[in-house]
């Protein structure tokens, strides 16, 4: 197992997770991660430290993350022993109806964008949790915009790979000077995006819902023919929410509820746990087909329910019942193959943050698809979210896009619990496939007894944007050739674009806390 090797017997290690004894932030940039660290160590709650590292991603990460995209989170209250999820999407705005979008949803430009939901979740959990002045946790994310920051590999990658980001001329002019794209350490600044986050800083939420940055977001959308107006911002406010949970071995594994895909996950869990451990150490083609077949059967069974519960509530009870878990561990002992709905490959970023008084919380955060609607407001410098994509147009189904209403979303952060104290905060970006990748981990770490770093790193299995079934290349050849053999379309693959890219906590039996990132993109581990 990759979690018991020894590198002086001359055997490769994964990399070392990250140790500390006070706190451990783990976030999808080094900047970003640092900021949190900081004001944990200045005193500052976790919410306090998320806040000023999301901050700083929705300006390093616009691809993944933005101050124009969503959030969900949960957060564990080690006084109160509460653990709570802030739902902090937005919905649809006025005359966005199916016959609005006859020829389907859009994927960029204007008419691809809910209202923002982050940037308020932020203020309630801070109103709730925090303890440094709302101010002072946006310096960092101000200086970066404001004086500028090394362009990311990962950021110069994406550049290259999705030219339709240079179609719109406020991403052009940021990140395409003169058609070219910036390439890995070139300098970015942002002075637009500095003046929204010192008005934020110096506001609250009010400027951006209800003041300059509203009013300058929706004229600039609908003067580029986007439906979005600053009435479809006025008055948003995020929701609290119970988190969703099942039992995983000696786990209790919380996640969001619809309209997130956390609900996938934990029927997933639901059907694997009829099976004995043993069958998750034994030849990787069966447990990549165990895998398969419960991430396909929930897949079909749940998929349809994902939608804003305000509009039609999921049957949750049912979905976690005994009778839905037999028929999902009966396809996994079937081991069946099948198709899986189609994810598309998405642009998200995570945070996971601890400390050494048993609070968490766990983050994911989102402009959805690669830099989301590829559409820039100079005026704010906000790239806005394309998550009007995850809505459909069929009247008669249950996530058909409406005003007002909040569309399905992919994020699933994920807490576990051991005998009542936190254990484990898992994310990872990847559209639906996150639910399939934080089973992986867990399972690996669980089932296969690896260390957190070996967890993360082991390779995976996931799915493409058309549903098809892909392993990593790090697995062999003769993988592939089993699960085909089997009946499994399979195909092959490399790379975070459907692999993810996770950033994990573990808290050990003695109270240590240990953080991971994944190698797949520049995520960073920082304790203390």
């Not at 005359?95 to 609005?100: D, L, M, N």
């Amino acid at each position: 197992m990759a979690g018991k090797t020894d590198e002086f017997a001359g055997v490769k290690l994964p990399r070392s997770p990250v140790y500390g004894t006070k706190g451990m932030v783990v976030s999808g940039h080094s900047q970003a991660s640092i900021a949190g660290l900081r004001m944990l160590e200045r005193g500052g709650t976790v919410v306090d430290a998320m806040i000023a590292a999301s901050a700083v991603l929705a300006a390093v990460l616009p691809h993944a993350t933005s101050y124009g995209g969503d959030a969900f989170i949960i957060y564990h209250d080690a006084k109160t022993g509460k653990t709570q999820g802030l739902n902090a999407s937005g919905v649809a705005p006025a005359g966005a109806t199916p016959e609005y979008f006859k020829d389907g949803m859009t994927m960029h430009g204007p008419n691809a964008a809910s209202v923002p939901g982050m940037v308020r979740g932020w203020e309630r959990l801070h109103q709730r949790y925090g303890k440094i002045a709302w101010p002072e946790l946006f310096k960092d994310a101000i200086d970066v915009a404001e004086n500028g920051h090394p362009l990311s590999r990962v950021l110069a990658g994406a550049l290259r790979l999705f030219d339709h980001v240079g179609k719109d001329p406020g991403c052009a002019a940021l990140y395409m000077p003169g058609g070219v794209p910036l390439k890995a350490g070139d300098i970015v600044k942002q002075p637009a995006l500095a003046e929204t986050i010192r008005d934020i800083a110096e506001n609250g939420s009010t400027a951006y819902y209800e003041g300059r940055i509203a009013r300058t977001l929706g004229a600039y959308c609908q003067a580029n023919g986007g439906l979005l107006s600053a009435a479809d911002f006025e008055g948003y406010e995020p929701e609290w929410v119970d988190t969703l949970h099942t039992s995983y071995r000696d786990l209790d594994v919380h996640v969001m509820p619809p309209n997130s895909y956390g609900v996938l996950m934990l029927m997933q869990l639901n059907a694997l746990s009829d099976l004995p451990a043993s069958a998750m150490t034994g030849p990787d083609a069966d447990r990549l087909a165990y895998l398969m077949a419960a991430a396909r059967a929930a897949f079909d069974e749940g998929i349809p329910y994902i939608c804003d519960p305000a509009a039609h509530p999921a049957p949750i009870d049912e979905l976690l019942g005994g009778q839905m878990t037999s028929k999902l561990q009966a396809a996994v002992r079937a081991a069946a193959p099948g198709p899986h709905q189609r994810p598309g490959v998405g642009g998200t970023s995570c945070i996971t943050l601890a400390d050494n008084a048993g609070n968490a919380i766990s983050v994911v955060q989102s402009v959805f698809h690669v830099f989301g609607s590829a559409f820039l407001d100079p005026g704010t410098g906000i790239l806005l979210n394309n998550r009007m994509t995850g809505f459909v147009t069929d009247p008669s189904h249950r996530n058909v896009v409406a005003p007002g209403k909040k569309p399905s979303h992919t994020l699933n952060p994920v807490m576990a619990f051991k005998g009542g104290r936190v254990k484990y905060l898992l994310t990872t970006p990847g559209g639906p496939a996150q639910t399939i990748s934080n089973v992986q981990m867990l399972t690996n770490m669980i089932d296969r007894g690896m260390e957190l770093s070996a967890a993360i790193e082991a390779p995976r299995w996931s799915i493409d944007g058309n549903g098809k079934a892909l392993i990593d290349d790090e697995f062999p050849d003769t993988i592939s050739d089993a699960l085909n053999a089997r009946g499994f379309d399979v195909a092959r693959a490399s790379g975070a674009s459907y692999f993810g890219s996770s950033k994990c906590i573990e808290v050990l039996d003695n109270g240590v806390l240990c953080g991971a990132a994944d190698h797949r993109r520049e995520a960073y581990a920082c304790g203390a």
